[in-house]
């Protein structure tokens, strides 16, 4: 299975601030890398896509870098809202692998 | 609205059975691939099954295979997942997703809400 790991686990940034959440899988995954935000309580939302495309409906904001093993999740200008947790995805080959999660906490 | 509503959760003993139902609305169930994703209390999420568009191609994660059957009833706009041999780790909320599939690209654009299984004695 390709493992996928996430840092850091936690962060405490302002608003404002631009966060950046790094992604690593244990092989080769070309751009085959999602991203999802998830609240408390409620079910992921897609944010990014094939590593670089943003879904419809998220704002600007939010990009995705990245090929091969390493990726990025970058957070322009941090917003109130965007406090949540943050999973990268695999989705090179199954079984499908999630990273960890990294929880953003907004000072 | 485009929707997905899971049904079919709730507590069961170890060894027991339940049947998980997700309910599309809003566009055609049978153009998409769909998934199963579950989340134990306080823990991350974690792939659980996939199935093709037209039910011929079906994956499992290994911690439920053998154990979960999913299937899909494309005339009903409804997923499901058939969990067996349940065992106290497989309580956790269970989210069916959508997957578009688009161009060779996988991912999870549309979530429902999750039902929560609790697996007891």
């Known amino acids: 299975d390709i493992q996928v790991t996430q840092s850091p686990s936690s962060l405490s940034p302002s608003v404002g601030d631009r966060v950046t959440i790094t992604c690593r899988s244990s092989?080769?995954?070309?751009?085959?890398l999602n991203w999802y935000q998830q609240k408390p309580g409620k079910a992921p939302n897609l944010l990014i896509y094939?590593?670089?495309s943003l879904q419809s409906g998220v704002p600007s904001r939010f990009s995705g870098s990245g090929s091969g093993t390493d990726f990025t999740l970058t957070i322009s200008s941090l917003q109130p809202e965007d406090s949540a947790t943050y999973y990268c995805?695999?989705?090179?080959?199954?079984?499908?692998?999630f990273g960890q999660g990294t929880k953003l906490e907004i000072k | 609205e485009v929707q997905l509503v899971e049904s079919g959760g709730g507590f069961v003993q170890p060894g027991g059975s339940l049947r998980l139902s997700c309910a599309a609305s809003?566009?055609?169930?049978?153009?998409?691939?769909m998934h199963w994703v579950r989340q134990a209390p306080g823990k991350g999420l974690v792939w659980v099954s996939r199935?093709?568009?037209?039910?011929?191609?079906?994956s499992y994660a290994d911690s439920v295979k053998g154990r979960f059957t999913i299937s899909r009833d494309n005339t009903k706009n409804t997923l499901y997942l058939q969990m067996n041999s349940l065992r106290a780790e497989d309580t956790a909320v269970y989210y069916c997703?959508?997957?578009?599939?688009?161009?060779?690209?996988?991912?999870?654009?549309?979530w429902g809400k999750g039902t929560t299984v609790t697996v007891s004695s």
């Open positions: 997703a959508r997957d578009p599939d688009s161009s060779g690209w996988s991912y999870m654009d549309v």
């Open positions: 809003g566009f055609t169930l049978r153009t998409y691939w």
């Open positions: 199935i093709n568009s037209d039910g011929s191609s079906r």
């Open positions: 092989q080769s995954i070309s751009s085959y």
């Open positions: 094939a590593a670089s």
């Open positions: 995805q695999q989705s090179y080959s199954l079984p499908y692998t």
